[in-house]
DNA sequence: ATAATCCCTGCACACGTGTACATCAGCCTT
DNA sequence: AAGGCTGATGTACACGTGTGCAGGGATTAT
């Protein structure tokens, strides 16, 4: 309501008499000027409620301060942890944050890095995102500073920055409690819309089940259905989805007489715990249920979720500080987060039956 | 890798033997332009990969298409769905989203505030925020337009535009279900870091008592004691910080001898759950529990939990369009929405003990 | 044929900031 | 006393875009 246009440094020049460089000076700390100017002009900018403005000085810098955040859905619980953690490095180094959700719709993709190209940002992380090659060539093309966080592309990638949580460890990790456990017959539910993260998590699983001297039997690994074209958009993501696939698979686990299932996320152990509390198979005594992720709720279930944990804050952590150092031009690493196995109450060891 | 400065008009001028004056306009589909020379400089900006540069289009316009999203914390599962709600209206209205996060902190918000003034944004969404009054005035000072989201403020508020969620009616909602099913001793489990949605939900609880002639026991009421000082941060917000809540609350609910217990929100009501299944108490056999938010997974949860919608992404809707409006200088008008009760399995009839 | 009109384009400037360069006063040195 | 030096400030310009205004060429009207 107080004024219509904020104050400028040529105002605060006016007003002191000088010319707006000297304000600039004075209120960048410039050594030129002398101490006496620079006090009364820091003084006058904060009578005069000074703000920089953030778009003429990326103007004149070209360069934004800002960071692009590309991710699939907001929704996903486990990712919130990622963006808090991007948020708690990247607001005390002075970078704003650009929001925006892709669906895993290429077109969607595209539309977001152009928009996040218009306005300047001066790096980009993509999250949990299914690249095509056409988008990763384009962001390589574009040359903006990219790092992919847990992405979803298994190729050979043109862009070359990222951080992951290793998903086969994680998977391996799992299967191994299960066997220690005394199971032999573990069963595995995936997802379809994550592809490189699924895959990995089938290989951990596969890689356990070989080691230990076990034929992996195909029944025993249950996913929903390629959705080869268009999926319906608020009904093929997000949590809800999830939740709906484990339910509709663990009946298939149970059919193929697994003692023991690993879950793609916690989310689908959720739904594979109700379809067991549906058709009144206990967990762990029936059946052992391990999930994967470790949201915020998996220790609050009934019965509270072994799971793996996967270090979602440390991985916003260093995503964000890799693209601040390609930003300032340091020598960058990549990372490979290990995940935890948690144990809580819906893995036992397998009842003779 | 390609180009390090991108093209600006000027340089599509240069190679067009025409201004940028001229160049800008054709792009921007300027009557003046003659129709030949329009399409030949499309066409070449087009080829020469031209994007035009929103940090200059905003210094000239005064106006950055920008909005700035202030929140308590990006880990609550509810709030997801209204951030979700407004992307959906700001990105086809070509606004760009900022996040910040103020963990309830007076500081950090007031931080979030001038971060977001110094980057010109043309609108504050403040979602789930306790604004100190300090800060509202502030707020009003500035002149930013802003629109307050399920904002946790009681008192009359500097900032005239809301959009809310009928908290007393959910609330009033929810006991009005327990008593049809027969149930008199109801208890309410609190959380103290958002007052206002707890005060409006405990007035409904309330009131619904007071309407069936109960008078309603102290010991009725719980939520944790309040932490007048400087709270942990990790600690004390977030979801796993609400399960906590009803977990540590629900034992004193069975001590006063409830038969069913609303909860500030779904969080809470799976705390409360899970102890529920520590103590061997059945749900809903020896006690009803309802939720509040239907976050995603509440249909999940063993049992099903009965709870409040909230139009989540339809408030995000709203309160997006409502500051779009405001920004154009439409009339608007504020919202109240109502919510609705799902009935699920954690909730049934009084049993005769 | 001349003037009025219209259509298109260029020029100048503004948004707000920051920096290379010029300027100028004052002081020191020889 | 004259020239060089240091220190502080002003001048000019750049970042990229958009718009008011002037102007020029072509067409039309008288």
Same mark, same amino acid.
């Given at each position: ?12 020049a ?7 460089p ?14 006496g ?10 009578n ?16 934004s ?5 590309v991710?699939?859905?907001? !929704?996903? &619980?486990?990712? #919130?942890?990622? $963006?808090?953690?991007?948020? +708690?490095?990247?607001? @005390? ?40 090659t ?13 790092v ?6 298994d ?33 595995y ?26 034929a ?5 690994? !249950?996913? &929903?259905?390629q #959705?080869?074209? $268009?999926?319906?958009?608020? +009904?093929?993501?997000? @949590?809800?989805h999830d ?7 663990m ?9 023991a299932?690993?879950c ?35 220790g609050?279930?009934t019965?509270?979720?072994t ?47």
């Amino acid at each position: 309501m107080s004024q219509r246009r904020p104050t400028s440094i040529s105002d605060i020049a006016r007003a002191a008499g000088v010319s707006h460089p000297t304000v600039s000076r004075a209120l960048n700390d410039s050594p030129l000027i002398s101490a006496g100017v620079r006090q009364r002009i820091q003084r006058l900018a904060k009578n005069m409620d000074y703000t920089p403005n953030a778009l003429a000085q990326g103007l004149r810098a070209t360069r934004s301060h800002t960071i692009g955040l590309v991710m699939t859905s907001i !929704a996903d &619980p486990y990712f #919130s942890d990622v $963006v808090r953690g991007i948020e +708690e490095v990247a607001r @005390p180094a002075h970078f704003s944050l650009f929001l925006s959700a892709a669906h895993n719709d290429p077109a969607q993709q595209m539309a977001a890095i152009e928009t996040l190209r218009r306005r300047r940002v001066d790096g980009v992380l993509m999250a949990s995102t299914q690249l095509s090659t056409q988008i990763e060539e384009y962001l390589a093309h574009l040359g903006i500073p990219t790092v992919l966080v847990n992405n979803e592309t298994d190729s050979e990638s043109a862009l070359t920055n990222w951080v992951v949580v290793d998903d086969i460890e994680g998977a391996r990790l799992a299967t191994e409690h299960l066997q220690q456990l005394g199971h032999n017959k573990i069963g595995y539910i995936g997802v379809n819309n994550r592809p490189r993260s699924n895959r990995q998590r089938t290989e951990g699983y596969l890689a356990a089940l070989d080691a230990a001297g076990v034929a992996s039997d195909p029944c025993w690994v !249950a996913m &929903p259905a390629q #959705s080869g074209s $268009v999926l319906s958009e608020a +009904e093929a993501e997000g @949590p809800t989805h999830d939740a709906r696939v484990g339910r509709a698979q663990m009946s298939r686990m149970l059919d193929a007489g697994v003692s023991a299932v690993l879950c793609f996320n916690d989310m689908v152990a959720v739904g594979a715990l109700r379809c067991c509390h549906e058709l009144g198979v206990s967990v762990p005594g029936q059946v052992s249920i391990v999930g994967y992720d470790d949201i915020g709720l998996a220790g609050y279930l009934t019965p509270s979720l072994t799971t793996v944990r996967q270090p979602g804050a440390e991985l916003g952590h260093l995503a964000a500080r890799l693209l601040l150092d390609l930003l300032e031009g340091r020598p960058v690493l990549n990372h490979v987060l290990s995940p935890t196995l948690v144990k809580r109450e819906s893995t036992a060891a397998l009842q003779p039956s």
